[in-house]
């Protein structure tokens, strides 16, 4: 079975196909023959600091937020090799990612003490910049 990640992604482009194909065709009508559909996939990300206050956001992966989430969720299924990873100096500042895609948890410490952590950190926090 692939990762939730990967399943997260491949539903999220059949949903999209299937609403651009809905839209198209002005699929509408009596709402006795629609299914109710799964509540959208939800992440929450915490940033906390050694010297500083913590913050959360909390994302809607399956409207406003999809990009996000995929990227993040890109991040955190890629593998890193730990005998590759150098140790840094750590810097005191961690992410925690936890939520629910496709009906399984997602939760992950980032806590840069290596270089690999450091650049996964990099590519979560560049995930929800503007």
């Not at 949903?15 to 023959?33: N, P, S, T």
């Amino acid at each position: 079975m692939a990762p939730p990640a990967a399943r997260w992604l491949a539903r999220g482009a059949a949903a999209a196909a299937a609403a651009l194909v809905l839209a198209g065709c002005g699929a509408g009508g009596g709402g006795a023959d629609r299914t109710e559909q799964q509540p959208p996939d939800r992440l929450t990300v915490t940033f906390s600091f050694e010297s500083g206050p913590s913050f959360r956001v909390s994302l809607d992966c399956g409207i406003a937020d999809r990009t996000a989430c995929a990227e993040i969720l890109q991040a955190l299924a890629e593998e890193r090799d730990p005998e590759r990873c150098v140790p840094i100096e750590a810097s005191g500042s961690r992410i925690v990612v936890r939520g629910t895609i496709g009906g399984e948890d997602v939760g992950a410490a980032i806590d840069r003490r290596t270089d690999c952590e450091a650049r996964l950190y990099d590519r979560v926090r560049a995930a929800l910049s503007p």
